[in-house]
């Protein structure tokens, strides 16, 4: 039913790709981040709460058709729905039907309920397709309420010497996140970045805890104990330095193994991110029943042996997948 082409995955009785990385006519988007969503596609199929951070990201101009959650379609005599995956607001796993026989495509997720995310629905198949991004044992993540009472701490450590905390987290998924694990002592400043994805999922009604934009020309010159929120661009850059008195926190799941002292000027790492860590993955591919599981970016080659080794037949896809806040340019650095 599928094929692994030079475009992307692409369905054949349905004639339709998901999250292609070159042009093609028809593309069902499963998120809003910029390795799954690309530029160039005649028509594009998303979650309804996608379609905004869609329009903002590739042109308002662009031909797109929206569905809930467990909305069915038939496409060219497939069926068609989308599933959550958890990942960030509006993140879907497509399940297609032809013929009986149901494959579905995970996008990124994660199993954790972030408190913003509609969470993850396990949906049984014959063939399932999973991401790695942290497909090691190592990586295993703390409860969600856990790793954000972590931050808080910090946050508030700084706050009593008068200190500003900067948090470093991706404009879309990330940010939010941080927003909601720090609203009950903070109305933090965020990045302008950050704040024209918040205002696109204001419009549509979803709401976020309160927030204000920061003007780096024009900041507060008395700023004490503030928590200022920006993407990983401008980690080390002198819009930061120009901040007095603050530390820097980098919120990803490569903190997970890698101090903080590893990361150049940070302060403290958080392993907070909104992919599914080890237990997670193995969770998800086994809940899903599947006969077959295609693993793409990241760690695939020791995921899939690893299901290969417990008795489910898997295979490794190459993707262009993976270009997105775990794999930010000051991220390849420490990595490389």
Same mark, same amino acid.
């Given at each position: 039913?599928l094929?692994f082409?030079?475009?992307?995955?692409?369905?054949?009785?349905? *004639?339709?790709?998901?999250?292609? !990385?070159?042009?093609?006519d028809?593309? $069902?988007i499963?998120h809003?981040?910029s390795?799954?969503?690309?530029?160039?596609?005649?028509?594009?199929?998303?979650?309804?709460?996608?379609e905004?951070i869609?329009?903002l990201?590739l042109?308002?101009?662009?031909?797109?058709?929206?569905?809930?959650? +467990?909305e069915?379609?038939s496409?060219n005599?497939?069926?068609v729905?989308?599933?959550?995956a958890?990942h960030i607001?509006?993140?879907? *796993?497509?399940?297609?039907?032809?013929?009986?026989?149901?494959?579905?495509?995970?996008?990124?997720?994660k199993? &954790?309920?972030?408190g913003l995310?509609?969470?993850?629905?396990?949906?049984k198949?014959?063939?399932?397709?999973?991401?790695?991004?942290f497909?090691?044992p190592?990586?295993n993540w703390?409860?969600?309420?856990q790793i954000?009472q972590?931050?808080?701490? !910090?946050?508030l +450590? +700084?706050?009593?010497?008068?200190?500003?905390?900067? @948090? @470093?987290?991706y /404009?879309?998924? =990330?940010?939010q996140r941080?927003m909601? /694990?720090?609203?009950?002592?903070s109305?933090?400043?965020?990045?302008?970045? $950050?704040s024209k994805?918040?205002?696109?999922?204001?419009?549509?009604g979803? &709401?976020?805890?309160?927030? *204000?934009t920061?003007?780096?020309? +024009?900041?507060?010159?008395?700023? *004490?104990?503030?928590?200022?929120?920006?993407?990983?661009?401008?980690f080390?850059?002198?819009?930061?330095k120009?901040i007095?008195?603050?530390?820097?926190?980098?919120?990803?799941?490569?903190m &997970?193994?890698?101090?903080a002292?590893?990361w150049?000027?940070?302060?403290?790492?958080?392993?907070?991110?909104?992919?599914?860590? !080890?237990?997670?993955?193995?969770? /998800?591919? =086994?809940?899903?029943?599947?006969?077959?599981?295609?693993?793409?970016?990241?760690?695939?080659?020791?995921?899939?042996?690893?299901?290969?080794?417990?008795?489910? %037949?898997s295979?490794? @896809?190459?993707? &262009?997948?993976?270009? %997105? %806040? %775990?794999?930010?340019?000051v991220?390849?650095e420490e990595?490389?």
């Amino acid at each position: 039913m599928l094929e692994f082409r030079r475009e992307g995955i692409y369905c054949v009785p349905g *004639q339709f790709y998901i999250d292609p !990385w070159l042009p093609v006519d028809y593309a $069902i988007i499963t998120h809003a981040h910029s390795d799954h969503a690309r530029i160039g596609m005649k028509k594009y199929l998303c979650h309804k709460f996608t379609e905004p951070i869609l329009r903002l990201r590739l042109g308002a101009d662009i031909k797109v058709q929206t569905v809930n959650y +467990n909305e069915e379609l038939s496409i060219n005599a497939v069926k068609v729905s989308l599933h959550p995956a958890g990942h960030i607001i509006g993140s879907a *796993q497509v399940r297609i039907e032809y013929k009986g026989k149901v494959t579905v495509v995970s996008g990124d997720f994660k199993i &954790q309920d972030d408190g913003l995310s509609t969470p993850f629905e396990p949906i049984k198949c014959h063939d399932f397709i999973t991401e790695s991004t942290f497909g090691l044992p190592i990586y295993n993540w703390l409860e969600v309420n856990q790793i954000n009472q972590n931050l808080v701490e !910090w946050v508030l +450590n +700084n706050k009593e010497k008068g200190i500003n905390s900067i @948090i @470093i987290g991706y /404009a879309l998924g =990330k940010a939010q996140r941080i927003m909601n /694990a720090v609203k009950d002592i903070s109305v933090p400043y965020v990045h302008y970045a $950050i704040s024209k994805i918040n205002n696109s999922f204001l419009e549509i009604g979803i &709401q976020l805890p309160a927030y *204000q934009t920061i003007d780096f020309q +024009n900041k507060p010159k008395d700023m *004490q104990g503030e928590v200022i929120i920006v993407p990983p661009s401008l980690f080390g850059s002198t819009m930061l330095k120009g901040i007095p008195r603050s530390f820097t926190a980098i919120c990803s799941g490569w903190m &997970q193994v890698r101090g903080a002292r590893r990361w150049r000027s940070a302060d403290a790492g958080f392993a907070i991110s909104d992919h599914a860590d !080890w237990t997670g993955l193995l969770k /998800a591919v =086994k809940e899903s029943n599947a006969e077959r599981v295609y693993v793409t970016h990241g760690f695939k080659s020791e995921l899939s042996r690893y299901l290969n080794e417990i008795g489910i %037949e898997s295979h490794e @896809i190459t993707t &262009q997948f993976g270009v %997105e %806040e %775990e794999i930010d340019e000051v991220i390849n650095e420490e990595k490389s």
